[in-house]
């Protein structure tokens, strides 16, 4: 499990990400890159990090499936994802 501090660091900075979501949008298309520059560094969606929905790591993260590849594994083995079957040849 991921430390409570990274999470909600992450949390925080998704509701930056979210407040000057339209500023941004509105900076860029009138190519205003000094006002970009002035707004946070945490304002940027690149700052996000993709974490697993239920341990919180971030490496060998699967977008499709929102979680871990450890995670994935032990939970597709256990048949708690729906739509996925072991592979047997």
């Known amino acids: ?12 900075k998704l ?7 339209k ?3 509105e900076l ?4 205003d ?3 970009l520059s002035m707004l946070p560094r945490d304002a940027s969606p ?11 790591r971030r490496r060998a993260f699967l977008r499709r499936f929102q979680m871990s590849r450890m995670t994935f594994r032990e939970m ?5 994802v729906p739509g996925v079957t072991r592979s047997s040849w």
């Open 33 to 35: 890159y000094i006002g």
């Open 28 to 31: 860029k298309a009138n190519k």
């Open 46 to 56: 690149t700052r996000l990090v993709n974490r697993c929905r239920v341990t919180g």
């Open 76 to 80: 597709a083995s256990n048949g708690l």
């Open 1 to 12: 499990m991921a430390k409570t501090s990274w999470l909600e660091r992450n949390k925080r």
């Open 23 to 25: 500023l941004r949008a």
């Open 15 to 21: 509701k930056t990400v979210e407040k000057y979501a």
